[in-house]
């Protein structure tokens, strides 16, 4: 159980909820969260958006029901949440680039943030691309040298990619399969896929994707993927 210090509506659908926490926590990695009993059955995988002096914040859409409850808690309420989980994103030591769709910028806050405190000296770029009303992007803009957002348009016909630049998406399955289409191959480029999970931990089977090296599950083998394991390129 964690104890909830603020659950905030941040834009149209999308909440911010930051919980006491302790432990170590990488970007890229996710956490299941429930707050109910037995409906939904299963508890809802969330990405870590930030972790920072003992408080660990989610930035969620609501969708469905699990989110909707989640919408609901406030302050001093409780969430239980297991985690981390899943195996992150790589350290990055080159300059990075990062290209997120909509919801699916959420675990890149803190991928940026723990790269310029890792790499002070290090270019990092962002593109952030929305379907309607943009959030978060003065947040990127605080951290980044570079943010390039769109709104109601393609972010990946504004996406120049730098020769040594590692790139990172999450985002809409098209959106990421265009990335990883577009970017040379002299640049690596990690995906960070979404699955339905029951268990989060390896134990289901019902994460499973196919990648070029076979099966393998997205909470415990990924969510983070090279693009070559998982899309045809
Ligand atoms: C590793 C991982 C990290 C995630 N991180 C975030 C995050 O940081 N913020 C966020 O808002 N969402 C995130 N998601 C997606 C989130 O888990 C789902 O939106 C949530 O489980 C929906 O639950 P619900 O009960 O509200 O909706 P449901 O009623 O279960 O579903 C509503 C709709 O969402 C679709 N859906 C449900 N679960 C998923 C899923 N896992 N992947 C794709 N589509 C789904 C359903 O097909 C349905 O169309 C993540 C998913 C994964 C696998
Ligand atoms: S969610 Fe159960 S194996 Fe991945």
């Given at each position: 159980m964690a104890v909830i210090l603020s659950n905030t509506?941040?834009?149209?659908?999308i909440f911010k909820m930051t919980v006491a926490f302790t432990g170590a926590v990488k970007p890229g990695q996710f956490f299941m969260l429930r707050a109910w009993d037995?409906?939904?059955l299963l508890s809802r995988p969330i990405s870590v958006h930030n972790y920072e002096s003992g408080q660990l914040t989610f930035l969620y859409q609501v969708v469905g029901k699990g989110t909707e409850i989640l919408a609901r808690l406030q302050a001093d309420d409780e969430v239980t949440i297991q985690g981390p989980y899943g195996n992150g994103f790589p350290e990055i030591t080159g300059d990075l680039c990062v290209v997120g769709g909509g919801i699916g910028t959420a675990p890149l806050y803190y991928l940026v943030r723990h790269y310029q405190e890792q790499n002070p000296t290090g270019k990092c770029r962002v593109y952030l691309g929305f379907r309607d009303i943009a959030y978060g992007a003065d947040a990127f803009a605080a951290l980044a040298d570079e943010v390039v957002l769109d709104v109601g348009g393609i972010i990946t016909d504004k996406l120049t990619v730098l020769p040594g630049e590692t790139v990172v998406t999450c985002g809409p399955e098209i959106m990421m399969a265009a990335v990883a289409g577009a970017v040379p191959a002299e640049n690596t480029v990690y995906v960070s896929l979404e699955a339905h999970m029951a268990?989060?931990?390896?134990?289901?089977?019902?994460?499973t994707c196919e990648t070029r090296s076979g099966n393998k599950k997205v909470c415990t083998d990924g969510p983070v993927f090279v693009r070559e394991e998982v899309f045809n390129v």
């Open positions: 509506l941040v834009s149209a659908g037995k409906d939904p268990c989060g931990i390896g134990a289901c089977l019902g994460c």
